[in-house]
């Protein structure tokens, strides 16, 4: 199956033909469907074989879960861009470390955004990359897991933007504005993967492949995230979990125009808008303490 969240909240079946409307077939009553079905003993795969409700074309697809508890984020997890980063002094900035060094970080679940929403970019005058990434939605809460137990815990695959202001802030400040975690078009259930290291991923700006890579380029899987995650934190139901990204990232502005592609997953076409907004020109004056 291919959930996927459209509409304002309603959860379907993404088919060759269309989508499905499972919101009220499966009695689905929260503005989060996903999560809400990751929590239930729920199964739509009963009416994949139903008559559309609607073409692609004519709904807004949003992001698959609406706001998860976290997103868990894997740094520098394949070899070639952990050469880029070095060899670029705008990415190795606080940036040179592996999950082995410094461990994951998180991304705040108000940076989730769908497809059809879009990135802005907040500053005219800072570099803004993109970065596609492989990324996956948990079907259960777990903790302390070990990682050959993961796999059964993981409600489907779905590709992820994480969009990065450069520069010294910390890295989920950098990470973390508003649109700056794009997931879509739909979450792929396990069933649909034969096997999520070896997919192949692609990222275009404006027609251009920048990024291309498959996923068995890996250094750390995806359960050996989530098992090394589970130690300090509960992995809850609905948080996301994404990989890290290959070679190739490279600044984004206000009218390019990014298409993500992973095999077996689905693809996406996200616009970049820009603000009018010069980070020279913020001004935050410190608090007078102790007067």
């Known amino acids: 199956m291919r959930l996927v969240r459209f509409n304002d909240d309603r959860l379907g079946l993404l088919t060759d033909d269309g989508i499905v409307d499972v919101t009220d077939r499966l009695g689905l009553e929260t503005n989060d469907p996903l999560r809400e079905y990751a929590t239930r003993d729920l199964d739509a795969s009963e009416f994949s074989d139903a008559d559309a409700d609607y073409d692609r074309g004519e709904v807004r697809i949003e992001s698959p879960v609406r706001r998860p508890g976290k997103v868990i984020a894997a740094p520098l997890n394949y070899e070639n861009h952990v050469e880029e980063a070095l060899a670029d002094k705008d990415i190795v900035t606080q940036e040179w470390f592996t999950i082995e060094d410094k461990g994951y970080f998180l991304k705040a679940p108000s940076s989730v955004a769908g497809p059809d929403d879009g990135i802005e970019v907040p500053f005219s005058d800072r570099r803004v990359d993109h970065e596609i990434e492989l990324a996956f939605v948990m079907g259960e809460d777990v903790k302390d897991i070990d990682s050959d137990d993961v796999w059964d815990a993981i409600l489907g695959y779905t590709i992820l933007l994480d969009v990065s202001v450069r520069g010294d802030q910390d890295r989920s400040n950098r990470k973390s504005y508003d649109t700056f975690t794009i997931i879509g078009p739909c979450v792929a259930t396990p069933d649909e993967i034969d096997d999520p290291h070896d997919l192949e991923m692609e990222l275009q700006l404006n027609g251009e492949t920048r990024q ?56 996406m076409v996200v616009d970049v808008t820009e603000r009018d907004l010069s980070f020279e020109d913020v001004d935050v004056e410190k608090s007078q303490l102790n007067e």
Do not use: L, R
């Not at 359960?223 to 995650?229: L, N």
């Not at 300090?232 to 190739?248: K, L």
């Open 212 to 267: 291309q890579e498959n996923t068995g380029e890996m250094i750390y899987s995806c359960a050996d995230i989530v098992e090394y995650a589970s130690i300090g934190a509960t992995i809850e139901a609905g948080d996301v979990i994404t990989t890290g990204t290959p070679e190739g990232v490279s600044a984004i502005t206000g009218g390019d125009t990014i298409d993500a592609e992973i095999e077996s997953v689905g693809s």
